[in-house]
């Protein structure tokens, strides 16, 4: 039952709704002013049909309490994102809490709006938000900050505190959309041949990392008992990560997709044996003082290497060989591109990858699958080229090839 409670020219009402784990009351509060003109009757008759309709709306989940969504958004963190989230996302959601703050934290749940919403993301599209470049945000950040908010309102519905999430209602704008850089055939032969002159631990994960198109992360958490040298099959199974909370830390992988086996030629192979005999000499120098991690790609004591240091090895090597440096993420879009363009079907490509779904390999890579799709339609057309010797059309100066059509329809 709600309970009335007269406060001056107003009244509260309070309705219990139920308790917490910690035996804590749970109450919702609204405050009703009648009209002036109103009767002692009418005020008093109006005041139990609020009352009862205040009840109902508590009971069907569409009343929260007056929490603003900073204060929400803070015990999610503490009772959902701690709980459940990987390090390494907890901490990219943490970052992305300034912005979101300063523009709707103050704003209480039942009371945010898609209109809010709507302009704080246009915001994030005008110049100068970005501090570094001095340019608006990335459509695919926009969507990061959209995405937290969404979850933050979502885990209000699913505890019972809001019936509907404004965030469904938000459009992104547009953007521009960075364009993704891969080395050529040309270019990555030449980066082959820089590599020989490289100590035999950036050899050996340059080598490794294009071959087998794994993330960063892979990359630094395999282990030597995870490679079979005889067939080449490596097993990836964990990453290796960092956060200032807590330094470089062992984790599980992306998804339960991303656990998976990749292949790689023999000659990969060869350059690994060559780092580990290397790495093996260097754990006999330093005795004691070697940390026995097994990991293939480690400091100087053999304890896991931090997520920055090939970033920060490939950059210098770059710059001093006057090469273009596109970041380490670019191996793994080469190899994508490089299986793509061999024919691979998107569904491989997605396991070899560890994308948890194919819609993900295709939604990244759509540009690359559509121009694998030229190139059959092409080569359809060229096997069938005797047709054309007598077909009038083929000799229209205005005739366009099949390539060109195909890439203006889509």
């Not at 509260?12 to 749970?26: F, L, P, T």
């Not at 809490?97 to 934290?105: D, H, L, P, Q, S």
């Not at 100087?300 to 920055?308: F, I, L, T, V």
């Not at 670019?330 to 948890?356: C, E, K, M, N, W």
Request: glycine residues 6%; proline residues 3%; hydrophobic residues 30%.
């Amino acid at each position: 039952m709600a309970s009335i409670e007269k406060r001056g020219d107003s009244y509260r009402i309070k309705v219990s709704c139920g308790y917490k784990a910690n035996g804590q009351q749970v109450t919702q509060k609204m405050t009703w002013t009648p009209d002036p003109k109103m009767t002692e009757k009418q005020i008093e008759k109006e005041l139990q049909r609020q009352a009862i309709l205040f009840e109902e709306e508590c009971k069907h989940g569409q009343i929260v309490s007056a929490i603003k969504f900073e204060a929400f958004a803070e015990e999610w963190f503490e009772d959902y994102g701690k709980l459940n989230l990987k390090s390494t996302t907890y901490t990219r959601q943490r970052q992305l809490t300034k912005r979101v703050y300063a523009a709707i934290g103050h704003i209480r749940l039942d009371k945010l709006t898609t209109r809010e919403i709507q302009k704080f993301i246009n915001s994030l599209a005008k110049d100068g938000v970005n501090e570094h470049t001095g340019k608006p945000l990335s459509r695919k950040t926009m969507i990061h900050y959209l995405s937290f908010i969404s979850t933050i309102i979502d885990y209000a519905i699913k505890m019972d505190m809001l019936s509907d999430n404004p965030c469904r209602r938000v459009t992104i704008p547009k953007g521009s959309k960075k364009e993704r850089k891969i080395l050529t055939i040309e270019e990555t032969e030449e980066f082959f041949n820089l590599l020989k002159t490289a100590p035999l631990k950036y050899r050996a994960f340059f080598t490794l990392d294009i071959y087998s198109g794994m993330r960063r992360g892979e990359m630094l958490g395999l282990e030597w008992k995870d490679i079979d040298f005889q067939t080449g099959v490596i097993h990836i199974q964990r990453t290796s990560n960092y956060t200032k909370t807590n330094g470089i830390y062992t984790d599980t992988t992306k998804t339960e997709s991303s656990v998976r086996f990749v292949k790689v030629p023999m000659e990969v192979i060869d350059v690994l044996l060559l780092y580990k005999e290397e790495q093996d000499e260097e754990r006999i120098k330093l005795g004691s003082k070697w940390h026995d991690t097994d990991r293939l790609f480690v400091k100087y004591d053999g304890q896991p290497m931090n997520p920055q240091t090939p970033y920060g090895w490939l950059k210098e090597f770059c710059e001093r060989n006057d090469f273009p440096f596109y970041g380490i993420h670019q191996f793994r879009h080469l190899h994508t591109s490089l299986l793509i363009g061999a024919g691979i079907d998107p569904t491989t490509v997605s396991g070899i990858l560890g994308h948890s779904q194919v819609s993900t390999t295709l939604n990244l890579y759509s540009h690359m699958f559509r121009e694998n799709q030229i190139k059959a339609c092409d080569a359809v057309a060229n096997a069938l080229s005797f047709t054309a010797k007598d077909n009038p059309e083929t000799k229209n100066p205005h005739h366009t090839n099949d390539t060109e059509s195909y890439k203006k329809i889509g």
